[in-house]
């Protein structure tokens, strides 16, 4: 773990260099300041040492590089979080000119699946282009979008892809994550977007236009503009959220996951707690510069 969060540092430190176009400040020309992140990893394990349930988390502090984490390669259903590296491949084929955004795939009886979207309403039969079923799966969570696009791009190439990027909890036969693994894709999807490829953005504006605020955007700042991706998996009472924060001096991401918690609202409490608390950290180390 110490050697894969070594290497994982030195590629985010380096890879920062180059900023997000109106998302966060890029560096400064002087060496960046580092920041103790001690306290505060401390402070988290202290905190859900109190609470019921498997809890994991995972940070990088984007201006420096900085991270840590808990529980961080801890197994947890993955949930809709898959549908984060799983648009992240996606886009990244069409960069490549492997894949056209406005192909058309069909709605078929085996793309049904319950749970959140809205094409689980919508009888079989109807054709959508690969942009449309994206967007879907990401800003509505479509379970049925996914099923498609996942049918398409080969559930075999996109664990590869994962694999690629380094991550370290992946199954071919189980939708499963860690939080380390998320705070990559996370990253990834961001370094993606700079590359100013056509249509680079789109997966970030989906992320940071998505419907589920329930998790670690919620107990921020209004006005604060959150790029995330959340995961449910009510068997296991498993809530996840992938989150790229903008904080206005110290944007972050931030990873939370969970499983065998007593319930939503319990789960709820923690995330919003974790959140807010990190959220507070960066403000403190803004006004310690």
Not at 156 to 177: H, Q, W, Y
């Amino acid at each position: 773990m110490k050697s894969a969060r070594l290497m994982f540092t030195v590629i985010v430190t380096l890879l920062l260099f180059m900023s997000v176009p109106g998302m966060y400040m890029p560096l400064k020309k002087h060496a960046p300041f580092l920041p103790d992140y001690g306290p505060l990893e401390k402070e988290i394990s202290a905190y859900l040492e109190e609470h019921p349930g498997t809890y994991g988390l995972y940070f990088i502090d984007l201006n420096s590089g900085r991270q840590f984490g808990h529980n961080a390669q801890t197994t947890f259903h993955a949930a809709s979080t898959f549908k984060l590296p799983l648009n992240l491949y996606l886009y990244r084929e069409a960069a490549e000119g492997r894949l056209e955004l406005n192909e058309e795939l069909l709605y078929a009886e085996r793309h049904l699946e319950g749970g959140t979207g809205i094409l689980k309403e919508q009888k079989p039969g109807s054709r959508y282009t690969v942009a449309q079923l994206s967007e879907l799966s990401v800003i509505q969570s479509d379970n049925v979008a996914a099923n498609m696009l996942l049918e398409r791009l080969g559930r075999r190439e996109i664990k590869e892809f994962m694999r690629s990027l380094g991550a370290k909890v992946v199954d071919d036969n189980a939708i499963i994550t860690c939080p380390f693994d998320l705070s990559i894709y996370m990253y990834a999807m961001l370094d993606f977007s700079r590359s100013y490829n056509t249509n680079s953005t789109m997966l970030l504006n989906h992320l940071f236009n998505s419907r589920y605020k329930d998790r670690i955007p919620a107990p921020l700042p209004d006005g604060i503009r959150v790029a995330n991706k959340i995961g449910t998996w009510p068997p296991e009472h498993t809530y996840n959220d992938a989150a790229y924060v903008v904080h206005p001096r110290r944007p972050y991401i931030l990873v939370l996951t969970s499983r065998d918690t007593p319930g939503y609202g319990d789960t709820m409490s923690v995330m919003h707690h974790l959140s807010k608390l990190v959220y507070d950290y960066q403000t403190g180390v803004v006004d310690r510069e």
